[in-house]
């Protein structure tokens, strides 16, 4: 990507990341989580700050806090190279992501716009778009495109 990116820390399986985004607010902790879905070879992202529920005594990750750091653009580098990361260790894996609003799931369709030359010579990249019965379906990706959400999938060497 064209952006610095933060440092990443990583579990043994590759599949939860760590990060702290650093700006005018503090230090934040992020948490980059890719899972299995229904279909055992699509895997979603999830990702956000890692905050503390004192109910529940247990940590989650909160998609929806605006954090203003003045590092977005960071923030992104390092959620895409954690991609890069997880299919060159699961290249048979997809990735499935959107954003937890509709103006976020705009911001990742813009990133990928402006980066599509370089992240496309490593994935194939998809719209995610609902088709009549509900169902998510995958369309060619377009820049301007109306998404639901994103699939990316490594590319066979």
Do not use: C
């Amino acid at each position: 990507m064209k952006h610095s990116q933060y440092e990443l820390y990583r579990n043994t399986e590759t599949s939860i990341f760590e990060f702290k985004s650093n700006g005018p607010n503090g230090e934040i902790k992020k948490v980059i989580i890719f899972s299995p879905t229904q279909s055992k070879e699509i895997y979603n992202l999830a990702f956000g700050d890692l905050i503390y529920n004192a109910v529940n005594k247990k940590y989650a990750i909160d998609d929806s806090i605006i954090t203003n750091n003045g590092d977005r653009n960071m923030i992104l580098a390092t959620v895409a190279k954690s991609v890069y990361i997880f299919t060159e260790k699961y290249p048979e894996k997809i990735v499935f992501f959107k954003g937890s609003t509709l103006g976020r799931t705009r911001l990742y369709r813009r990133a990928i716009s402006i980066n599509l030359e370089e992240l496309s010579e490593t994935f194939i990249i998809f719209g995610a778009i609902k088709n009549e019965f509900g169902n998510v379906i995958s369309a060619p990706f377009q820049v301007n495109g109306d998404f639901f959400g994103f699939i990316i999938k490594r590319k066979e060497l």
